[in-house]
């Protein structure tokens, strides 16, 4: 199976994966690395991208996700998936259960003063009204509030995954 950790900017998405993946041992990916440098130059000037700008980086982050499946290996993968169309591309032609999102969330408050404490991203925190105005929230993915520490959003994700029954899920270093 694989986890998109999915939400705006300043959820959280890379920190959470990232611990997801030491505790459970699946390879983690950060949909960040996939984006071309003119893709980074528009947001760094803050500059929204367009549905166009974002098309081959969802396809490519399809792929990965494919890929993963493919190889029947689990993975975790950090994407803001804003659009209800752009999780419907990451998933085309993936079997039911295979993909689950995991909706970050938090005020708008939370997101900003976490955004100004950040260093080093090329995402300004101007951008976060039109990440805000652009997500269409998930009807079906599993909602774990970014207002709580990281390893507790994590122990949250493994127990609803568990409990939902999805197989595989474990953690490597209990």
């Known amino acids: 199976m694989v986890i998109v950790l999915m939400g705006v900017t300043g959820t959280g998405k890379t920190t959470v994966g990232e611990a ?5 041992g699946w390879p983690f990916a950060d949909a960040d690395d ?4 003119a893709n980074r130059a528009k947001m760094h000037a803050g500059i929204p991208l367009t549905d166009e700008d974002r098309g081959p980086w969802l ?3 399809h792929q990965q996700i494919v ?11 950090a994407c803001s998936a804003l659009k209800e169309s752009y999780r419907t ?3 085309d032609g993936t079997g039911p259960r295979s993909v689950r999102f995991v909706f970050l969330t938090g005020s708008p408050e939370l997101i900003r003063q976490r955004m100004e404490a950040r260093h080093g991203h090329y995402m300004p925190e101007s951008l976060l009204p039109s990440q805000l105005a652009t997500l269409e929230p998930p009807s079906d993915a599993l909602e774990i509030s ?3 520490t990281v390893p507790a959003m994590v122990d949250q994700i493994l127990s609803a995954l568990s409990t939902e029954g999805y197989a595989g899920v474990s953690e490597q270093n209990h």
Not at 34 to 37: G, L, N, P, Y
Request: hydrophobic residues 40%; aromatic residues 6%; without cysteine.
């Open 34 to 37: 996939f984006h071309s440098a």
């Open 146 to 148: 970014i207002d709580q």
């Open 89 to 91: 591309e990451l998933t």
């Open 59 to 61: 396809q490519s982050l």
């Open 67 to 77: 890929t993963w499946l493919r190889d029947g290996v689990n993975g975790i993968l």
């Open 20 to 24: 997801l993946s030491a505790r459970t």
